[in-house]
T-cell receptor, first 115, second 112 residues
Framework: GAVVSQHPSRVICKSGTSVKIECRSL??????MFWYRQFPKQSLMLMAT?????????EQGVEKDKFLINHASLTLSTLTVTSAHPEDSSFYIC???????????FGQGTRLTVV | SQKIEQNSEALNIQEGKTATLTCNYT??????LQWYRQDPGRGPVFLLL?????KEKRKERLKVTFDTTLKQSLFHITASQPADSATYLC???????????FGGGTRVLVKP
């Protein structure tokens, strides 16, 4: 089955800096990938849908200028948290749907801590 | 608005017993309902899915039921083992390739 690789697994950055998170689909070409955010003891909340070759679609309340998404190829999507603040500290997870199959594969997640 | 609810209280269970988790949804007609396992600091891992026209699905020690009238799914872990300790998430989806909407998850702790 599809394998999703997310990098880095952990990152600590200073307030005001930007952080890039990569999500790679190793076995499956994905025209769509999803980015979720998970705060402690809460469930995954969809942030945006990454679309290969076009602009990402953001969920209500998610700032598109703060969370930049680039779907550079059929196997790579990146999420850049710009001008990070402590409240952006969270667990970010990408997922790759399997086309005609309804289940999705998830990356390992990225623990972002902004100090 | 759409809502998916799982019991937020942790489920403590003795090894060998059956753990039963509940997932209720409102204002939604999913084509599929899925269950995922999530370990601390890790992404979710797919376990089982059930279609809207299916009543029950089994995979090894796992069983899922789906009642579209009650808008509820039950997830059972039979002969539970300490290794089954994790958070279990239910998720609904309209169609393959669409985004998943998750419940809050239920933490299961299996004691030896």
């Amino acid at each position: 089955g599809a394998v999703v690789s997310q990098h880095p697994s952990r990152v600590i950055c200073k307030s005001g800096t930007s952080v890039k998170i990569e999500c790679r689909s190793l076995d499956f070409q994905a025209t769509t990938m999803f980015w979720y955010r998970q705060f402690p003891k809460q469930s995954l909340m969809l942030m945006a849908t990454s679309n290969e070759g076009s602009k990402a679609t953001y969920e209500q309340g998610v700032e598109k200028d703060k969370f930049l998404i680039n779907h550079a190829s059929l196997t790579l999507s990146t999420l850049t948290v710009t001008s990070a603040h402590p409240e952006d500290s969270s667990f970010y997870i990408c997922s790759v749907p399997q086309g005609v199959l309804p289940e999705a594969f998830f990356g390992q997640g990225t623990r972002l801590t902004v100090v | 608005s759409q809502k998916i609810e799982q019991n937020s209280e942790a489920l403590n269970i003795q090894e060998g017993k059956t753990a039963t988790l509940t997932c209720n949804y409102t204002n939604y007609s999913p084509a599929y309902l899925q269950w995922y396992r999530q370990d601390p600091g890790r992404g979710p891992v797919f376990l089982l899915l059930i279609r809207e026209n299916e009543k029950e699905k089994r995979k090894e020690r796992l069983k899922v039921t789906f009642d579209t009238t009650l808008k509820q799914s039950l997830f059972h872990i039979t002969a539970s083992q300490p290794a089954d300790s994790a958070t279990y998430l239910c998720a609904i989806i309209k169609a393959a390739g669409n985004k998943l909407t998750f419940g809050g998850g239920t933490r299961v702790l299996v004691k030896p």
